[in-house]
């Protein structure tokens, strides 16, 4: 059974930082391009960042770059989302993704929620003014 669990979540003022993270069982992990989403309130859910299987390539949306940061273990099956400098819109529930492909696959990064496979079940972050 596929599983992935984030965590990390939580209030934090802004300017702040948070790191979360995302345990990935049942699958090799190695063998998934991960990705980060988030969901506020009456909004749609939105790319954040993504990493490729090798964790070489990433891609972040234009509204986190230089302030978030994807990164993964693959000996810990655990990617992670390091958030600084954060603002009270970045408020939202954020998801990690996985898109399972066997190694013949391109080593890429995918930033459409209809790439991914596996969800998990998300985590709260929410900054104050």
């Known amino acids: 059974q596929v599983q992935l669990v984030e965590s990390g979540g939580g209030l934090v003022q802004a300017g702040g930082s948070l790191r979360l993270s995302c345990a990935v069982s049942g699958r090799t992990f190695s063998w998934y391009a991960m990705g980060w989403f988030r969901q506020a309130p009456g909004k749609e859910r939105e790319f954040v960042a993504a990493?490729?299987?090798?964790?070489?390539?990433?891609y972040y949306a234009d509204s986190v770059k230089g302030r978030f940061t994807i990164s993964r273990d693959n000996s810990k099956n655990t990617v992670y989302l390091q958030m600084n400098s954060l603002k009270p819109e970045d408020t939202a529930v954020y998801y990690c993704a996985g898109r399972y492909r066997s190694p013949n696959y391109s080593n890429t990064v995918f930033s459409t929620r209809e790439s991914y496979d596996d969800w998990g079940q998300g985590t709260q972050v929410t900054v104050s003014s």
């Open positions: 990493v490729s299987r090798s964790g070489i390539n990433t």
